[in-house]
């Protein structure tokens, strides 16, 4: 099962990345802030900053992904790298964003 649950703040208005040729699909990327269960040995706060992908079936109104919107998103890890090399690396990709704000 691969299932990530993440509820934060988006930082910035999503972009978009790509667009389908006839315009019916598109692939947003934003960035998620989300506050760390502890605090730093000063008392300060921490975040911790997501990278985020989503393709327009799992977004219902592309406006409301702005800066500051709070966001419950269901989402899966997706994992990439090359074959002969030890280098992967991971992205979230959103299957499904409410907004709850």
């Known amino acids: 099962m691969n299932l990530v649950n993440i509820i934060g703040q988006i930082e ?6 790509y667009t389908s040729k006839d315009g019916t699909k598109k692939l947003y990327k934003f960035i998620v802030k989300v506050p760390k269960p502890f605090k730093s040995k000063t008392g300060r706060e921490n975040e911790d900053f997501i ?3 989503a393709w327009s079936t799992a977004v219902k109104d592309e406006y409301a992904l702005h800066d500051q919107a709070i966001v419950g998103i269901e989402a899966r890890v997706q994992s990439f790298g090359n074959s002969e090399s030890t280098h992967y ?5 959103a299957n499904r964003i409410i907004h709850l704000n």
Do not use: P, S
């Open 89 to 93: 690396g991971n992205e979230i990709v």
């Open 51 to 53: 990278n985020i992908k």
């Open 12 to 17: 910035g208005d999503a972009e978009v990345a």
